[in-house]
């Protein structure tokens, strides 16, 4: 068997090996505006053809980082509207969360995140 030398190549071929998605799957892809689930998106958006994709772009603010995370929410609106995927997104207090429910603050964000995450995925019948 050939090896692949692309990263593309490198991701269908986990992709397959390990049955992530099926043809025509709804995928929620979470994205923060940083270089990781941006990449992630990139990746996705180039196998949206061949795999049949229907893609919504999620973004949950978690209101630490004050102008920073408001920059890069409306960065991500505009790629979202750029690239043609739709954006839901929202806003969670974490710091209020971790001391209500004495979390840390890496607990809680992940909690909101995930409480997020399966909010949309519900909401567009997603199945990843």
């Not at 068997?1 to 998605?21: A, H, R, W």
């Not at 923060?32 to 994709?53: F, I």
């Not at 969360?97 to 409480?115: N, P």
Request: hydrophobic fraction near 40%; charged fraction near 30%.
């Amino acid at each position: 068997m050939k090896k692949s030398n692309s990263l593309l190549e490198k991701v269908k071929e986990t992709i397959d090996k390990y049955q992530m998605f099926a043809i025509k799957a709804r995928i929620v892809v979470g994205v923060s505006g940083g270089p990781d689930s941006t990449a992630l998106l990139h990746l996705l958006l180039q196998l949206r053809d061949e795999y049949e994709l229907k893609l919504w772009i999620a973004h949950l603010n978690h209101q630490l980082r004050g102008k920073e995370a408001e920059e890069e929410a409306r960065w991500v609106k505009i790629f979202a509207s750029k690239i043609g995927v739709p954006l839901i997104s929202d806003c969670s207090d974490v710091a209020t969360l971790a001391k209500r429910e004495k979390l840390t603050l890496e607990e809680a964000g992940r909690m909101a995140r995930y409480d997020f995450f399966e909010h949309v995925i519900n909401q567009v019948s997603a199945n990843r």
